[in-house]
């Protein structure tokens, strides 16, 4: 027998009843069967008040959708006690209306109702029994409920379904046959494992990681049961899923996809500040590589303006950072205001507006007026941003990439990457990974012409370089695509790679 268990219950179908009946969220023959039976003065109070009553996957969630709707479809207080013991004067009309049908929808409706629920739900059951979805999903994911519960409603035709009421409910409609129904169960029981997977993360705080955890769910469910073309709007994001490597746990896999997400977020707001001046947002570095890994990768993007921005809106984009810094990964952001005409024709050392990364946090918080004034002037590292951005970038937001990005001179890029490891032998004692991979990457571009990630140049290290340096290459790769912790002594591959630059 499943644990995810099909139920009528007659409070839950009268709050989503009365929705229905006065077309509040939902447009459908059952509402338009029943309107005769709400005074169309009624109708319109809660007409009135739709939005605040109403959700909207990835769009928007009402501001009394939880007390007026949610609490109440749980079906363990009656609508006339629940509504009376609201106290708000500015849901009172509302309350009002709610919880004064409920025994006329008793006498009348429910009765007629049941008579179409209960062989629906029996059918239903059947097919989740049948399935072992369940079990299933669970060993998939690594978590487990302890029950779920179909709370199974005649009356949201037209409108959202799928959508919690407690920790445990869920509300379904009865609008496609029951063997098109299940994955949609199944979709939403993967939802409450992700819950829990994901915990401590801004998957469900926030409309902007609706699509990605929706399609992380249905990502599953595909591995499971094959596509059930129920969120074939998620398609972008289950390949995205679908491409990253095998073994990943689902929190590794939605931290992946929850920086885009972010930079998502980012883009928007930065548009907000800029308007038309600004051209297009741009990832690079192991963001577009797509080796980005949340413990030891920093978000790293352009952001291409057609003028300098005003102080003050410098000083908005900062803030932007500042106040996301939370659900950014470890190591943060990286990020250069640069101008569209020094993309188009790049000269090393490329001139930029503004630049922000964690080194400089302390700096940006303790006297932002300062930092924005000496923050600008040219940076050497931009000749590989620009060239790394060219060959794999992506746009976030704006102009395609090559509508954008000039060619950066070959010798530039050159500079640029040995610039990044001068210091290697210095360094390598206190950041070996980056170094070890870094130094693959150089003696791969010099070599070969390659352009690489780090993940990259250490694999082309293991393939092309000498097999006694391969334990130390090793480790850093390892510890760049986990924890991050890497206890090699890189000092003497450094020193023999630092000779083979030249």
């Known amino acids: 027998m499943s644990k995810i268990r099909v139920e ?5 179908n009268y709050i989503f009843h009365m929705l229905s009946v006065a077309g509040v969220g939902y447009d459908n023959d059952y509402g338009r069967r ?3 039976t709400l005074p169309e003065s009624d109708i319109a109070v809660l007409k009135k008040h739709e939005r605040q009553l109403t959700v909207k996957g990835g769009e928007h969630c009402g501001e009394w959708y939880g007390p007026l709707v949610c609490e109440a479809a749980k079906g363990d207080v009656s609508p006339e006690d629940y509504y009376a013991a609201m106290d708000d004067p500015d849901m009172a009309d509302v309350c009002r209306v709610l919880g004064g049908h409920y025994q006329e929808y008793l006498q009348v ?15 239903l059951q059947q097919l989740l029994d049948e399935s072992d979805l369940a079990d299933r999903a669970e060993a998939m994911i690594g978590q ?3 029950a779920f519960r179909v709370m199974l409603v005649n009356g949201v035709a037209g409108g959202a379904e799928g959508i919690d009421i407690s920790d445990s409910q869920d509300v379904f409609g009865i609008g496609r046959a029951p063997e098109a129904k299940w994955p949609f169960i199944g ?3 993967i939802i409450y494992l992700l819950k829990k997977a994901l915990a401590g993360t801004a998957a469900f705080q926030t409309m902007d990681t609706w699509r990605i955890t929706e399609g992380l769910a249905e990502h599953y469910l595909t591995r499971l049961f094959g596509e059930s073309g129920a969120f074939r709007q998620m398609q972008d994001v289950m390949d995205f899923y679908r491409q990253q490597k095998p073994g990943l746990t689902a929190r590794a896999l939605y931290l992946r996809a929850e920086a885009w997400a ?7 707001a930065y548009h907000s500040i800029l308007g038309d001046d600004l051209v297009g947002v741009y990832a690079h570095g192991s963001m577009a590589f797509g080796c980005f890994e949340p413990e030891t990768s920093d978000l790293d993007f352009l952001v291409v303006v057609e003028t300098e921005p005003t102080d003050a809106q410098k000083r908005g984009l900062l803030e932007i950072l500042l106040q996301l810094e939370a659900f950014a990964p470890a190591k943060g952001f990286e990020m250069s205001v640069v101008l569209a005409a020094d993309c188009a024709a790049p000269v090393h050392p490329i001139p930029f507006c503004l630049h922000y990364s964690n080194a400089h946090r302390a700096a940006c918080q303790q006297d932002m007026a300062a930092y924005i004034a000496c923050m600008k002037g040219n940076d050497p590292d931009l000749a590989a941003h620009f060239t790394v951005t060219r060959a794999v970038g992506r746009a976030v937001w704006g102009k395609p990439v090559a509508e954008v990005f000039g060619e950066v001179p ?3 890029y050159l500079d640029s990457i040995r610039a990044d490891v001068a210091d290697a032998l210095a360094d390598v004692q206190s950041n070996p990974v980056y170094v070890i991979l870094n130094l693959c990457r150089v003696l791969a571009a010099i070599r070969e012409g390659a352009v690489l990630s780090k993940a990259q140049g250490g694999a082309w290290g293991l393939a092309n370089l000498p097999e006694e340096h391969h334990d130390v290459i090793c480790a850093a790769l390892e510890a760049y695509e986990g924890s991050g912790e890497c206890h090699v002594d890189g000092r003497a591959f450094a020193a023999w790679a630092v000779a083979a630059l030249g």
């Open 34 to 36: 029943w309107r005769h």
């Open 144 to 146: 487990t409920l302890p």
């Open 8 to 12: 009528i219950n007659p409070i839950t």
């Open 187 to 189: 979709h939403e029981y």
């Open 109 to 123: 409706v429910y009765p007629e109702s049941l008579r179409e629920l209960e062989p629906y739900a029996a059918q």
């Open 262 to 268: 972010l930079l998502h977020t980012i883009a928007r």
């Open 410 to 412: 070959w010798t530039a």
